[in-house]
C-alpha cells in the first residue's frame, strides 16, 4: 500500500539552529516527492519536489531535501532556522495520476 | 485572482443538513483535487477531475459525498445529511495538466466545515 510516514510528531528547535524533518515512503513505483508547509489560517505551500536526477533537492525559503531510494527517504533539512519557519510540514508522495499521499505531519516550533 | 479559491471560508451546518462547497482553480489548469483535512491530521484525497470528468472518486469516503465539475473550471462538493464527523477543512488544489507530468499542485486555503 502507498504510504507516507513522518515519525516526528512535533519538533523544537532554537533559532539558527539547524534542522532535519524526516519523511519516509511506501511505494510500489518510481514516486514524485513533495514537501508542503502550512501555516495557521494558509494553504498548503509547496516547498520542493523531486521528479527525477539529481537526488539532492533545493526549494524555497532555504530548504532542501535528499531523496535516498535505499532507505525510502526524502528528509527535509535546513540549516538556519528562523522564528518564521515555525508551522507544519507534510511530506507527500504521487505517482502518475497526481494523486498525493501525505503523511500526518509534523509541527515545527522555534525557540527564540 | 491568481490562486485557487474556496468559498466559504468557514460553513456551521446542523446535523443532517446539506452543504456545499465551491472551487475556483487558476485559470487554465484541467486537474483539480478535494482532500479534507481533519485536526491534526494530513490532508486525505477525495476526488480528482480531469476536465469535467471524476477520474479518480475513490477517496469518496460514502453515497453522502459527490463533486461536480461541469464545465471544466469551477468544481462544486457536496455533502449531503451531513454528520459531526464530517467537521475538517476541505481543500481543494488545481494543477496544469496534472497526473503523468507531475506538475506542481496548487492548494487553495480550504473551507472550514463545522456541523453541529
Known amino acids: 500500500a502507498q504510504s507516507v510516514t513522518q515519525p516526528d510528531i512535533h519538533i523544537t528547535v532554537s533559532e539558527g539552529a539547524s534542522l532535519e524533518l524526516r519523511c519516509n515512503y511506501s511505494?510500489?513505483?518510481?514516486?514524485?516527492l513533495f514537501w508542503y508547509v502550512q501555516s495557521p489560517g494558509q494553504g498548503l505551500q509547496l516547498l520542493l519536489k523531486y521528479f527525477s536526477g539529481d537526488t539532492l533537492v533545493q526549494g524555497i525559503k532555504g530548504f532542501e531535501a535528499e531523496f535516498k531510494r535505499s532507505q525510502s527517504s526524502f528528509n527535509l533539512r535546513k540549516p538556519s532556522v528562523h522564528w518564521s519557519d515555525a508551522a507544519e510540514y507534510f511530506c507527500?508522495?504521487?505517482?502518475?495520476?497526481?494523486?498525493?499521499?501525505f503523511g500526518q505531519g509534523t509541527t515545527l516550533q522555534v525557540k527564540p | 485572482g491568481a490562486g485557487v479559491s474556496q468559498t466559504p471560508s468557514n460553513k456551521v451546518t446542523e446535523k443532517g443538513k446539506y452543504v456545499e462547497l465551491r472551487c475556483d482553480p487558476i485559470?487554465?489548469?484541467?486537474?483539480l483535487y478535494w482532500y479534507r483535512q481533519s485536526l491534526g491530521q494530513g490532508p486525505e484525497f477525495l476526488i480528482y477531475?480531469?476536465?469535467?470528468?471524476?477520474?479518480?472518486d475513490s477517496g469518496l469516503p460514502n453515497d453522502r459525498f459527490f463533486a461536480v465539475r461541469p464545465e471544466g473550471s469551477v468544481s462544486t462538493l457536496k455533502i449531503q445529511r451531513t454528520e459531526r464527523g464530517d467537521s475538517a477543512v476541505y481543500l481543494c488544489?488545481?494543477?496544469?495538466?496534472?497526473?503523468?507530468?507531475?506538475?506542481?499542485?496548487?492548494f487553495g486555503e480550504g473551507s472550514w466545515l463545522t456541523v453541529v
Open positions: 511505494y510500489g513505483a518510481t514516486p514524485y
Open positions: 477531475f480531469q476536465g469535467t470528468g471524476a477520474a479518480d
Open positions: 507527500a508522495v504521487s505517482g502518475n495520476t497526481g494523486k498525493l499521499i
Open positions: 485559470s487554465g489548469h484541467t486537474a
Open positions: 488544489a488545481s494543477s496544469l495538466t496534472g497526473g503523468k507530468l507531475g506538475n506542481t499542485i496548487y
